[in-house]
């Protein structure tokens, strides 16, 4: 079983940057979709994006399209967020999860989820 680990939140100023890591360990080469999640207090947990080591296709909501960039590392021990001009609906606790199938936008798909990291946007 996989282990994830997220890092890199914190508060920001709107219009700022986040960088968010998600460090696995174990078993992880049989892993084909990253995903990242959020949940805000109150609401349901929603994804945000998914990229798949098949064909290197991200996903990403709408919402967060020209602003979010998701990657990974090849050796597939690393993956990334990188938040831009970020909003204070982009409040959140945000999870970092894997799975051995495809991309999904459930998050009952995700076999394996890290502890996540709180972001925070506010002036």
């Known amino acids: 079983q996989v282990q994830l680990v997220e890092s890199g939140g914190g508060l920001v100023q709107p219009g700022g940057s986040l960088r968010l890591s998600c460090a696995a360990s174990?078993?992880?080469?049989?892993?084909?979709?990253i995903g990242w999640f959020r949940q805000a207090p109150g609401e349901e947990r929603e994804a945000v994006s998914c990229?798949?080591?098949?064909?290197?296709?991200?996903y990403y909501i709408d919402s967060v399209k020209g602003r979010f960039t998701i990657s990974r590392d090849n050796a597939k021990t690393m993956a990334y967020l990188q938040m831009n001009s970020l909003k204070p609906e982009d409040t959140a606790v945000y999870y970092c999860a894997v799975d051995t199938s495809a991309c999904s936008w459930y998050a009952a798909d995700f076999s394996s989820w890290g502890q996540g990291t709180q972001v925070t946007v506010s002036s």
């Open positions: 174990g078993s992880t080469l049989d892993y084909d979709a």
């Open positions: 990229i798949s080591s098949k064909d290197g296709s991200t």
